[in-house]
């Protein structure tokens, strides 16, 4: 039984055949977080990569906009193959380097380097949304993640509720989603695709097959470039193609995967959503309806904040090290403070002390979200210390000699740098790469660029998962 809000009347399915499973995929996220900081840039075509300066030769495209991408701009392309396809917008300023009289306006766009610390930032606000809509969430990417809402909804009013997850991504963090839902998780991979951006597809229980069927091999979940080349060889252009084919030959050319790939052609996919180990850290989040100056709701909110994150722990079980807080200033700049501990601890009222403590800096500053965030934690049993025994730090010792970081980078989240999150292992142009392909087996695309840790409430502390929001 779960502890979150569920429909009346609906009963668990143990055998798992009516599942509902939630893809949420955001759009060109890297462009996203980029038009959050320049609102300026929305509707603009938008290229955030490296190696786009004058001079450079060496770069790649990270994630390019759906503007962009009319010009034949892509995500993994050469930055130079980029250029040449939509100049910079700069090059119409006579002083650039690059400039160019004969460019229109029109013809060109906006590039920006990539800003790991900030998206993973924005990424743990979708996160801490995630995990609000489901107990269950398998946090694939910095972009990207799965969700088993079984508990939540019901089939027949399931878009209804992914809708509401959408809504609610949009409205507190300002970023947009696709969302497929599906009873597997590959067939809600493949849907949160089919209608791109801010799209919202349901695949119900008995549709699957008939979903599936007239896609290209190249959308089966796990398949590639190589994988697709190889199946198109062997006659099979389409899902319904496989579904019916033979499976000998697909085990004999492609091995176990070959068996995997026909099942899921046919819409078998038993694996459950199941996050990927213990969370590095909780933290939660709140934004203001406009930056304020006042000190006291700034610290209502924070005694807020740092009670639930407490209450969190103490519910996993979780002993922490770090208490940290953050103050988004504006226009965009994250602002993050902590403090270490000699020993675990698990102590509402001196996480709320210490939290207050940190955020003192910022009391008399116009502040748009605060958040607050507990890590290093410890699930093993260990002797608790005791709030006297921290005494000293809540009132300004620091145990280390000098145990706050700081940062003031035009974005980091909490704790930035402290725990590796989702986006520490995507690689730095891996926003939308599908990895999968010939030597990838059917779920690379989940593991590829994924981490360790399931906190979905935090990204730039230690940010990184929601994986790749695409």
């Known amino acids: 039984m779960t502890d979150g809000p ?3 009347g609906i009963e668990t399915d143990d055998d798992g055949e009516d599942r509902i499973v939630c893809h949420v995929d955001a759009d060109c996220f890297y462009a996203s977080c980029e038009r959050l900081r320049e609102p300026e840039l929305r509707g603009e075509p938008v290229v955030v990569g490296m190696g786009y300066e004058p001079g450079d030769t060496i770069g790649a495209v990270a994630t390019a906009s759906y503007e962009a991408r009319e010009f034949g701009v892509e995500s993994a392309q050469a930055i130079s193959s980029a250029l040449e396809r939509l100049p910079r917008r700069t090059a119409l300023d006579e002083d650039a380097e690059d400039y160019d009289p004969d460019l229109e306006p029109e013809e060109t766009g906006h590039y920006r380097p990539v800003d790991m610390d900030y998206y993973e930032s924005v990424a743990g606000a979708v996160r801490e949304i995630l995990h609000d809509c489901s107990d269950t969430v398998r946090e694939v990417s910095i972009d990207e993640a799965y969700l088993d809402v079984t508990d939540r909804t019901a089939w027949e009013v399931a878009d209804g509720f992914a809708r509401h997850i959408t809504d609610r991504i949009r409205r507190e963090v300002g970023v947009t989603v696709s969302v497929g839902v599906a009873p597997t998780m590959s067939a809600a991979k493949i849907a949160s695709d089919f209608d791109k951006p801010d799209g919202l597809t349901v695949v119900r229980p008995g549709e699957v097959r008939e979903f599936l069927a007239p896609l290209e091999v190249d959308l089966l979940h796990g398949v590639g470039p190589v994988t697709a080349r190889a199946l198109r060889e062997m006659g099979l252009e389409t899902a319904g193609d496989v579904a019916t084919t033979d499976p000998g030959p697909l085990v004999e050319r492609f091995g176990e995967r070959g068996r995997e790939l026909y099942d899921r052609a046919r819409g078998d996919d038993d694996r459950r959503v199941e996050p990927k180990g213990e969370p590095k ?12 100056e006042k000190p006291k709701p700034k610290y209502e909110q924070i005694e807020t904040l740092a009670a639930a994150v407490a209450d969190r722990a103490q519910r996993e079980g979780a002993l922490y090290r770090t208490v940290g807080v ?32 940190l955020f003192t800096e910022f009391e008399s500053e116009a502040v748009r979200k605060v958040g607050v965030r507990v890590a290093n934690l410890e699930f093993a ?16 010792q620091r145990a280390d000699g000098d145990g706050t970081a700081e940062t003031n980078a035009a974005d980091g989240g909490l704790a930035a740098g402290n725990d590796a999150g989702v986006g520490d292992e995507t690689g730095s142009t891996g926003d939308e790469t599908n990895s999968s392909d010939e030597e990838s087996d059917s779920a690379a695309d989940e593991t590829a660029s994924a981490t360790d840790g399931r906190d979905s409430t935090t990204h730039a502390e230690g940010q990184a998962s929601l994986g790749d929001f695409s």
């Open 381 to 396: 049993a260990a002797d608790q210390a005791s709030l006297d025994g921290w005494e000293g730090q809540a009132n300004g």
């Open 326 to 357: 953050k103050a988004v200033t504006p226009p965009y700049d994250v602002n993050t403070r902590e403090r270490s501990l000699p020993g675990p601890i698990d102590d509402p009222e001196l996480v709320d002390r210490i939290a207050r403590d």
């Open 6 to 8: 569920r429909l009346p």
């Open 281 to 292: 850290s909780f933290s939660r989040e709140s934004a203001f309806a406009e930056p304020v």
